[in-house]
């Protein structure tokens, strides 16, 4: 998708995330132009890199509820 210029100066923060998790944004200036917002080094985030929650429970609280999963099937 190629962003309008007044788009750019509405959003830059945005843009600039998205360019972090795409690798590129491109934009076209009022003259028509097109140019690309690129990371100089982009980040390398696994998609497997989240969060944990803090939840009330416990290993055998988990392993139990595997077990119960297991033997439904």
Do not use: C, N, W
Request: hydrophobic share 40%; proline share 5%.
């Amino acid at each position: 998708m190629v962003y309008s210029y007044a788009e750019v100066r509405e959003r830059l923060s945005t843009l600039l995330e998205r360019a972090l998790t795409e690798g590129q944004v491109k934009f076209r200036s009022r003259d028509g132009r097109v140019f690309i917002i690129r990371p100089e080094q982009p980040l390398k985030i696994s998609p497997f890199d989240v969060r944990s929650a803090k939840l009330p429970i416990t290993k055998l609280d988990i392993l139990e509820a595997i077990r119960e999963g297991r033997a439904r099937f």
